[in-house]
């Protein structure tokens, strides 16, 4: 047997006197779409097994398994969950790395809440209201960071797939605007929409040859 993989707990907060949010986003790599970040900070004492349990695993979650953990949070009064976004234009005008950190931003402000420590999911803090501790593979480790990180994939798989009912061909409902065959074919022959990214270079190479 190999070695176990580690269960996310609340180690990381408990060594904290205070409100601990974990923050995560998603979408830093797709050619479409907005970056999402969601934020959550948790009852250690309260918290329900079901999510306790369900959150060890997120890395491994079928898309069902997350929308019910997704509900579950939102549903829990042990937890106060948000999300941010950053737009297309944002992405384009600031850069990948800084919107993410606008929408990181965005999320724990959305929580309403005076939090004492932010831990982030990653290497690169972004500058938030409070301070904040990266975490490598976050997700893996925290509770707290494995629950924003829920919110994060399941908000914006959602938005991905409105905008693959108003933009077909690019195969955003099951790509979530990721670089795949599907969306390359649809940038080929439907060329760039206004939910492309322009400063990445697939997106600029099409526009290229339009």
């Known amino acids: 047997m190999g070695p176990l993989t580690p269960m996310p707990d609340f180690s990381l907060e408990q060594e904290v006197m205070g409100i601990v949010a974990g923050i995560d986003e998603a979408g830093r790599g797709p050619w ?10 948790l ?31 939102i549903n829990s009064s042990a937890a106060t ?3 941010g976004v950053a737009s297309v234009e944002e992405i384009d005008k600031l850069n ?7 929408a990181m931003s965005r999320a724990l402000e959305n929580l309403h809440l005076s939090v004492d420590l932010a831990l982030v999911d990653g290497n690169r803090a972004p500058t938030l209201s409070c301070p904040v501790k990266t ?9 707290s960071i494995a629950a924003g990180s829920i919110m ?13 009912v108003e933009f077909p061909g690019f195969g955003w409902e099951t790509n979530q605007g990721y670089g795949t065959a599907a969306h390359k074919e649809g940038l080929d022959t439907l060329g760039v929409t206004p939910h492309h990214r322009r400063s990445y270079a697939p997106v600029r190479a099409a526009l290229e040859k339009t």
Do not use: N, Y
């Open 135 to 143: 975490v490598i593979k976050g997700d893996s480790l925290s509770l």
């Open 152 to 164: 994060a994939k399941v908000s914006r798989d959602r938005i991905m797939a409105k905008l693959a």
């Open 81 to 83: 969950v948000s999300v």
């Open 32 to 41: 479409a779409g907005p970056v999402v970040a969601g934020a959550a900070v």
């Open 43 to 73: 009852d250690q004492h309260s918290l329900e097994s079901g999510l306790v349990i369900g959150l060890d695993d997120s890395k491994a979650l079928t898309p069902a398994r997350r929308d019910t953990l997704f509900k579950q949070l």
């Open 96 to 102: 990948i790395l800084q919107a993410t950190f606008l």
